[in-house]
């Protein structure tokens, strides 16, 4: 750690003390404050691994190539906090809910918030490849009631365990994504076609990253859901496939046993129902 002494006590100050010492009086306000921490731990790690100077830079080189891969299509970064479970932590803390209540999990990098607004039973499979799949599902409060008017986003990967986002110039815009806004009863339909488990990207920093420290990758089989309502907490999270033999090691920790579901099997047709348990903000409680 880079050291001064001070003139006056003798006491060693390091860049750390300095760096608090600059903010002054606004020390305790949000933004220096978190800077302040976010140093501190950085700092305390830097001691801990005693990088050597090369291997500092080679940090630097990564967190530069992370950005660059980063685009409107695209999100590295928040591919590396899935990665590292910080985005699963994340949820965990802002998102403690009773029992009963549908799970958040990580939105993860593929989200779309652009998706567009489809009638009730809408097929959001543009290109028809895949085994087709009926999603019947019902979004309720914590006492059983229909939330009428809550907004659904679901987006998924195709067949080969791609994305739409990444593959804009092989599958059509907006593939297996879809809006749609519960009828009076809470209910919800679309088609669709059944997911496939993939890899998470490993063309990237976040992936080379992946391979080197030989860390599961294979996600698991999923549909994900993006649920809100006015007065209730918004929902992110995913619907899994009992049936997928990666359950157990996810590699953006989103895997719990309320959110495993059987998709049950027909002639030419396969299908899931599936429910969203709501729970209202302190806000709309309080009135």
Known sequence: MTMTIDAASGRAISSLDRLDSRFGDRAGEALPSTLIAFAAHLHALVRELQPSREEWRGFIALLKDIGEYSHDRRDEWMLISDLLGISALVEEMNACRPAGATPNTPRGPFFRADAPMLPLGSDICLDGKGEPLTVRGRVLDLHGKPVAGAEIITWQ??????????????????NLRGRFVTDEAGHFQYRTIMPSGYPVPLDGPAGELMKRAGLPSRRPAHLQFHVSADGFETITTHIFDADDPHLANDPLFAVKPELVKSFTHGEGQCELDCTFVMVRTLEEISR
């Open 157 to 174: 990967a195709n067949a080969q365990g791609f994305y739409e986002n990444q593959q804009p110039d092989d599958q059509p815009e907006f």
